[in-house]
């Protein structure tokens, strides 16, 4: 039953990138506040500890087409999990508004009249290239960057991709790795066989794996991807800043003289 002495609140929370520690101190707080949690799949599972104890924890995740719930179902278990309980956190990986459609489940939430928050998350866009060392920006190397999804609801390539590729800023790209191939062929139109690139996959998490190459070169990588694992791509001359970049560099180099 609905406890009269809660006010009935959705609280959309980014968890960060995966590392917990990720976490803002906002995003901490408002867990603490929780009535119940509703969390997605990129989600690391020690943050949900921070919870009080017995606060109800519901994975709503999806993952590779593999849904627990569809989008509409979770709409409204935040609602009527608000009336239940007062305050729910509804928490996702990275940050809500880039690509969590977080902005969908408040208009949903504050039309049935429940007030929403939101606690931005470190976005993986950003704080993944950075925990390999690779800036998505660089003066005389890089001055903009795109941030792309590689999935859009008719299961093509986004339009906006060729125009990245066409352009000389980094390019990341989240939830691209099933297209990998579709990606590197459309780059490949627009810029130099040895442009770099990184797909690193688990960021910032202590089973972190990076792999670097360089366009010409994609195919060698293509079998590493662990399709299970999520990741990111990045595309651009600021992968090279990355000592995993330079080291595999050298190793060709190596095999190469032998």
């Known amino acids: 039953m609905k406890n009269d002495k809660i006010t009935s609140k959705v609280i959309l929370v980014g968890a960060g990138p995966g590392d ?17 949690i509703l969390y997605d799949a990129l989600v690391n599972k ?26 509409d179902d979770i ?7 608000a009336i239940k309980y007062g305050t729910v956190v509804r928490l996702k990986g990275g940050d809500p508004f880039v690509f969590g459609r977080g902005s969908e489940e ?49 299961g093509s390539l986004p339009k906006d991709f060729a125009l990245a590729a066409q352009s000389s800023a980094t390019i990341v790209v989240l939830m691209g790795l099933r297209k990998f191939s579709l990606l590197i062929d459309e780059v490949k139109k627009y810029r130099q066989g ?29 079998e590493e991807i662990d399709l299970s694992v999520p990741g990111i791509i990045v595309f651009g001359d600021v992968v090279s800043e990355s000592t995993s970049f330079m080291d595999e560099e050298i190793q060709r180099v190596l095999e190469l003289s032998l």
């Open 20 to 36: 917990k520690d990720l976490l803002t101190i906002k995003g901490y707080n408002a867990i603490k506040q929780a009535n119940i």
């Open 46 to 71: 020690e943050i949900l500890s921070y919870a009080n104890k017995n606060v109800p924890c519901i994975y709503v995740g999806k993952r590779n087409n593999n849904h627990k719930y569809s989008q």
């Open 75 to 81: 709409n409204e278990m935040l609602v009527t999990n």
């Open 106 to 154: 408040i208009d949903y939430v504050e039309s049935h009249g429940i007030e929403t928050e939101l606690v931005p998350g470190v976005s993986s866009a950003i704080a993944v290239p950075a925990s390999q060392g690779i800036p998505l920006t660089k003066r005389g190397v890089s001055n903009s960057f795109w941030v792309i999804t590689a999935t859009v609801s008719d």
């Open 194 to 222: 040895y442009t770099p690139f990184a797909v690193i996959q688990n960021g910032t998490c202590v089973d972190e794996k990076i792999m670097t190459s360089t366009i010409n070169n994609a195919a060698n990588i293509v």
